[in-house]
């Protein structure tokens, strides 16, 4: 304990982006959060490559580091494994992770594929765990506000729902042909990669899909071989050796949701023009939003005015510290927080979960409801109908 708090030793399996990402938020956690009720300690850090080892010691400041999985969920001082490793590996270390007593918070889509997803979150509910999964754009102080006008009723009943996650970050052909490229390594494509996001924004916001009919495409069929220690953002030259891209660059929906509403979701990592276009659009009897996150401190807000006397047109608001979590980091509107900021709050969120020994959400049931409407998907593709979305988890 530190005072009258608790502290979490903390285990990171993958020390590549989304690793550091999440060991540089637990460690801001203190600085920013003076409410908080626990301390982290990086304790151990697991990656195949000596230099992010050598990094996450001497610039992160873990304790240790090691070449494998193992020793951290075996570590006696870690209280909480971060999987982050590639997606095919998730199952077999966030079930050991589970059956040791850790909790455990794991990057999305949680299992490579649906079947590997549905053991990991029974694994760890027979554990009796503590469970997180990595969708931070709920986090986003707009996105609060934008759930807390849809449950209030400004928007009044939800008609349409529009959700996207395009990037460009396998956009180019000479891209190598990194784990995200390959159904053995990382399951299916953006998908589970980003698509997840979309919906899973959209099952917060507006609740569960319960038909869907899908597409998909792979536009980029060939990439550059790896070299040593390569991930999807370096780039290969004309004439390196190729291999094949065995999961879909492009997916998209169209959906009805179980309270009636209408939406499509689409998600491209091959398109040109959007960086990291993660947007949505609600549409109600009464008002719309539309938000992105090329644009994540802005919101644009339709609201009907009753007198029909009123000019018509979207309102942008700006985010600021009226809105949840975003006086944590700058205070004032339109002092901007970005996308590593949400990692820290979705941290936060998690860790005091686990701190009060509470279910966090999203949790691995919510990514079982991911890979229900995910399942349903991919029955269309290959039916061209229209599927039913089953919800896969066991009780």
Request: a negative charge.
């Amino acid at each position: 304990m530190t005072g009258s708090r608790k502290v979490l030793g903390i285990g990171v399996v993958g020390f590549g982006w989304m690793g550091m990402a999440h060991s540089r938020s637990a460690a801001r956690i203190s600085s920013l959060f003076p409410e908080r009720e626990f301390d982290t300690r990086l304790v151990i850090c697991g990656d195949n490559v000596a230099s992010r080892r050598d990094q996450a010691v001497d610039g992160f400041g873990f304790i240790s580091a090691c070449p494998d999985w193992e020793s951290v969920v075996g570590h006696p001082d870690v209280d909480v494994v971060y999987v982050t490793a590639p997606n095919m590996m998730h199952e077999e270390v966030a079930v050991a992770a589970a059956q040791a007593g850790k909790a455990v918070f794991c990057e999305k889509p949680v299992g490579g594929k649906p079947d590997q997803t549905i053991r990991i979150e029974a694994a760890a509910r027979a554990a009796g765990v503590i469970t997180g999964v990595g969708y931070n754009y709920r986090w986003a102080p707009l996105v609060r506000h934008a759930k807390h006008l849809i449950e209030s009723g400004a928007l009044g009943e939800i008609t349409n729902y529009r959700g996207r996650f395009f990037s460009m970050y396998g956009a180019d052909p000479m891209g190598l042909l990194s784990w995200r490229f390959l159904v053995d390594e990382a399951g299916y494509g953006v998908s589970s990669d980003i698509l997840s996001h979309a919906v899973d924004l959209a099952t917060m916001l507006v609740g569960p899909v319960s038909r869907v009919n899908g597409t998909m495409e792979t536009f980029i069929k060939e990439r550059p071989l790896p070299k040593a220690g390569g991930t999807h953002y370096d780039r290969g030259a004309p004439g390196d050796p190729t291999g094949t891209v065995t999961n879909e660059d492009y997916a998209a929906a169209m959906v009805t949701f179980a309270n009636g509403a209408r939406g499509t979701f689409e998600s491209s990592r091959a398109i040109i023009g959007p960086e990291s276009q993660m947007a949505f659009d609600v549409y109600g009897t009464k008002g719309a939003l539309r938000w992105n996150l090329e644009t994540m401190n802005e919101m644009d807000v339709f609201i009907v005015d009753d007198s029909g006397q009123a000019p018509r047109g979207y309102t942008k608001v700006y985010a600021g510290d009226r809105y949840p979590y975003h006086g944590h980091f700058v205070p004032g509107d339109a002092n901007a927080i970005g996308y590593e900021d949400l990692k820290v709050i979705e941290n936060f969120e998690f860790l005091t979960a686990v701190t009060r020994g509470e279910q966090h959400e999203p949790g691995f049931a919510e990514a079982v409801d991911y890979v229900s409407f995910q399942s349903a998907w991919l029955r269309s593709c290959e039916t061209g109908s229209w599927e039913d979305v089953t919800h896969l988890g066991t009780s």
